[in-house]
């Protein structure tokens, strides 16, 4: 039909072309002259209203924005630096991470003895980030600081210290050119929140069918876990419904304080110490989560500093010697023992008596879950085989693993058969996902250029960039826009030529039958 009808267009096209020219031609004997003139006319005309539409609908020269996160982690504080280009901020996936920076030191909450040197110990970072920003730029670029877990035990701890360190980041935050909108400690809900929006806004998952995907964040002092659930959630401090690009998110989601890698091995030697120990005297802790041969001595202050293992009574001012016995089903034991499923009041729990549904579709795990994973070559395989994967590792000679990886941190490196079978306990255990389940999670560092984490959501969301409805956008990309009129003008410009042949032919056969 189409083809018919496109055929019968031009010949009715070139019919009156012919007649046109075969006018000239026959009224004129300047013909030849007159037609290539008017065929010049016509080819100019329709370059430049091509090239007029093609300009004035040409986006105008990218123009990128910036905006800063730091996030003040219980370890550590790391500054980010997103782009995105000025006329597209509502639209998914244009903000991207442009650099980040991590702090020397440890986190911000370490600093509750000598708060005034909080906020200085990020200078290194906060200066790069200015370099990496146009100074034309600075004035309007947002700077958030978000404090998550080590500020939020510190809090519980000692409130005024709290307090201080926060006005001492945010005093020397104050000193840069950049827009300050404040330095706070963000909840569990949020942080859980926004790692959820973060993954989802990189993968483009809100305006694709697909569906979202879940997230699992894994820190030091907390562990999140966030996804869209369909059942009925019984608990309201678990959930959190969202309207974005013109879809309801009903999300399920959960912080557990003092469950991130660093606050739950504290548990757990607390837990093993507790169990065979009176606490006073020598004191040896045989872990079967540390390897054979390590041997470290602690103090038990290190253990028990913390509002997560506070024990009441007299300061513990004495030490332990720490030693590795490699045992990985001993091991597992042990650390099922940090995780309380001796009762839950709800339908069903993960552990501690905390309400969640069944897990329900794909999940990005991403922080501590990655970087332990990543290093145990644990990230491809199935449950089973990571377990037996961990029984070897965990085996593994002390000496042996250090001269194998020299440029690995000490601390990181004794720590990971815990950290390891932490993590398989939490997901197994904890959050009840099943050897047929396990291939749902996904290990993830990065989306494209851009780290998962909790900071670029948070982002979006203060500077509402994500709205509750679709924006509307043009019936056409700009690409397919120069094309469809590239394309339609050859067509008009082939059309001429056809017409000029055929009028050719046509007006040749014209003069012989007037001769
Ligand atoms: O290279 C690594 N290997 C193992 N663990 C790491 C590495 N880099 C960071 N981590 C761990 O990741 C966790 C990050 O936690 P973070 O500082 O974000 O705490 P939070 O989110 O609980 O406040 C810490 O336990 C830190 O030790
Ligand atoms: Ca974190």
Not at 174 to 181: K, L
Request: proline share 3%; glycine share 8%.
């Amino acid at each position: 039909m189409g083809l018919h009808y496109l055929n019968f267009k031009q010949l009715t096209l070139i019919h009156l072309f012919s007649l046109f020219f075969l006018e000239i031609k026959v009224k004129n004997p300047w013909h030849r002259r007159q037609i290539i003139i008017v065929t010049v006319i016509i080819a100019v005309g329709i370059i430049i209203m091509v090239s007029i539409g093609v300009v004035q609908n040409k986006p105008l020269h990218q123009k990128y924005k910036y905006g800063i996160v730091l996030d003040a982690g219980s370890s550590h504080t790391s500054v980010y630096v997103y782009e995105w280009p000025a006329e597209k901020e509502n639209n998914t996936g244009m903000v991207q991470q442009k650099h980040a920076c991590n702090v020397k030191g440890k986190g911000i909450s370490s600093y509750s003895g000598t708060p005034d040197k909080a906020g200085v110990s990020l200078k290194e970072c906060m200066d790069e980030a200015k370099m990496t920003i146009p100074k034309h730029r600075h004035h309007e670029t947002p700077v958030y600081l978000g404090a998550t877990a080590g500020m939020r035990l510190l809090k519980m701890d000692d409130d005024t210290a709290s307090e201080k360190v926060l006005k001492s980041v945010e005093n020397f935050l104050q000193t840069y050119p950049f827009s300050y909108r404040g330095a706070r400690i963000i909840t569990g809900q949020e942080e859980g929140a926004f790692g959820w929006i973060t993954v989802n806004y990189l993968s483009n998952n809100f305006r694709k069918a697909s569906g979202t995907m879940g997230a699992l964040d894994l820190g030091g002092a907390s562990t999140q876990i966030t996804f869209v659930s369909g059942k009925k959630l019984e608990s309201p401090d678990n959930s959190i419904n969202f309207r974005l690009y013109g879809n309801d998110y009903h999300l399920y989601t959960h912080s557990f304080l003092c469950y991130g890698k660093d606050q739950g091995l504290k548990l757990s030697i607390k837990q093993q110490i507790q169990s065979k120990h009176d606490m006073t005297g020598n004191i040896t802790l045989e872990d079967p989560c540390f390897n054979p041969g390590y041997s470290v001595i602690k103090s038990l202050q290190s253990v028990f500093d913390s509002p997560c293992t506070k024990v009441n009574g007299p300061r513990i001012e004495n030490y332990f010697t720490h030693i590795g016995i490699g045992n990985w089903h001993k091991c597992h034991k042990a650390v099922k023992m940090v995780f309380n499923n001796t009762y839950c009041h709800y339908s069903r729990c993960s552990f501690n008596n905390v309400f969640q549904p069944t897990v329900e579709g794909r999940f990005g795990a991403f922080s501590a879950y990655f970087f332990v994973m990543n290093f145990l070559n644990l990230t491809t395989y199935s449950l089973d085989e990571a377990k037996e994967k961990m029984a070897e590792y965990c085996t593994t000679n002390w000496d042996t693993l250090k001269k194998n990886h020299p440029n690995v941190k000490e601390k990181f490196l004794g720590e990971y058969c815990f950290s390891g079978t932490y993590i398989l306990t939490l997901l197994e255990d904890g959050y009840k996902f099943t050897s047929d389940n396990w291939k749902n999670i996904d290990f993830i560092k990065k989306i494209g250029d851009s780290e998962a984490g909790w900071t670029l959501g948070y982002m979006l969301n203060l500077t509402n960039m994500i709205p509750a409805e679709a924006p509307d956008t043009p019936l056409l990309p700009y690409g397919g826009y120069v094309t469809l009129m590239f394309f339609l003008s050859l067509l008009i410009f082939v059309c001429f030529i056809i017409g000029y042949i055929f009028f050719r032919r046509k007006s040749g056969a014209a003069h012989k039958d007037i001769i």
